[in-house]
């Protein structure tokens, strides 16, 4: 059974960071791709960064790139988002989840997190 758990969110101020981590259980992360999305009250589910399973090749979203970073490691079996610059429309629910190849696509992935909220005031 693969678990993924999400930790790190919270209320951060306009211009803050928090790093999001994403600890996996069940099955190592060493050779899958994986992924961060986030959800927004009544939009839908959206990417946010994605990792080859080496980590060599990342992949994000125009609205995030340059002040999201995405990194893993394997040893620990975790995946991180570091965000900085945050602005009140990266207030979210934030996802991450395990899949088969590097892609910005929900479909893409097989396992998926609980999310961890994340607020930005202004």
């Known amino acids: 059974q693969v678990q993924l758990v999400e930790s790190g969110g919270g209320l951060v101020q306009a211009g803050g960071s928090l790093r999001l981590s994403c600890a996996a259980s069940?099955?190592?992360?060493?050779?899958?791709?994986m992924g961060w999305f986030r959800q927004a009250p009544g939009k839908e589910r959206e990417f946010v960064a994605g990792s080859s399973w080496r980590g060599d090749s990342t992949y994000y979203a125009a609205s995030v790139k340059g002040r999201f970073t995405i990194s893993r490691d394997n040893a620990k079996n975790t995946v991180y988002l570091q965000m900085n610059s945050l602005k009140d429309e990266d207030t979210a629910v934030y996802y991450c989840a395990m899949g088969g190849g590097p892609s910005n696509q929900k479909s893409s992935y097989n396992y998926w997190g609980q999310g961890t909220q994340v607020t930005v005031s202004s």
């Open positions: 069940g099955r190592a992360v060493t050779y899958y791709a």
